[in-house]
């Protein structure tokens, strides 16, 4: 994919950032957005993101690169948040699971939500959270979570949405991260 350039550089949320481009296989590769470490970003996606947001009692998250995303949202609008873990913790009890398959993994994993974090959510607008929608797979499994757990899903965002998702109407993001075609 030697016609391609090692970074895309793109403005999220009034921030410059230059994602490093990573190769899926030898026709496609991805702009990679990490949050992680990138406060500053986090802070401001979710602001903005807030700003969009339908009303909401709780966010909810698969683990992990969307959980600073979460977890700034809620310390900005002052709700709880939850996180769909990849692996049963031993406090865990009652625990609800669903299975997901997203782009950025190679096999099915399995998302876990804590039972007493389900009631917490029975009845409650659940907003979903991601640093990016691509496949909707992920977002699929979170969403079947809530609704297991009697949940009411109210929203799903992120801050980027690649691919198929930059159509969906069914999520708000701030930015669309195109797919780069090798030539």
Same mark, same amino acid.
Do not use: W
């Given at each position: 994919?030697?016609?391609?350039? &090692?970074?895309? =550089?793109? =403005? ?19 702009? %990679?957005?990490?949050? *992680? +470490?990138?406060?500053?970003? =986090?802070?401001? #996606? ?19 690169? +969307? ?6 949202? %809620? /310390?900005?609008? #002052? ?5 769909? /873990? ?17 782009? =950025? ?13 389900g009631e917490t959510m029975r009845g409650k607008r659940v907003l979903i959270v991601d640093d990016v929608i691509s496949t909707g797979e992920s977002l699929s499994a979170v969403e079947e979570l809530v609704e297991t757990a009697g949940g009411i899903v109210c #929203? /799903?965002?992120?801050?980027?949405? &690649? ?8 999520? *708000? ?6 797919? *780069?075609?090798?030539?």
């Amino acid at each position: 994919m030697s016609n391609l350039p &090692e970074k895309y =550089t793109m =403005t999220i949320a009034g921030l410059e950032r230059h994602l490093p481009l990573c190769p899926l296989n030898e026709k496609m590769s991805i702009a %990679a957005f990490v949050i *992680f +470490g990138d406060v500053e970003l =986090t802070v401001a #996606g979710s602001a903005e993101l807030l700003k969009k947001a339908p009303e909401f009692d709780v966010i909810i998250t698969a683990e992990a690169k +969307g959980i600073p995303l979460a977890y700034e949202m %809620a /310390r900005q609008s #002052g709700k709880p948040y939850f996180i769909a /873990r990849k692996y049963p913790k031993l406090y865990m009890k009652d625990i609800i699971r669903v299975d997901v398959k997203s782009i =950025t993994t190679d096999k099915v994993q399995t998302l876990y939500l804590d039972g007493e974090e389900g009631e917490t959510m029975r009845g409650k607008r659940v907003l979903i959270v991601d640093d990016v929608i691509s496949t909707g797979e992920s977002l699929s499994a979170v969403e079947e979570l809530v609704e297991t757990a009697g949940g009411i899903v109210c #929203g /799903r965002c992120a801050i980027l949405a &690649e691919g198929d998702a930059i159509d969906r109407e069914d999520i *708000f993001y701030l930015e669309p991260l195109p797919l *780069f075609f090798a030539e």
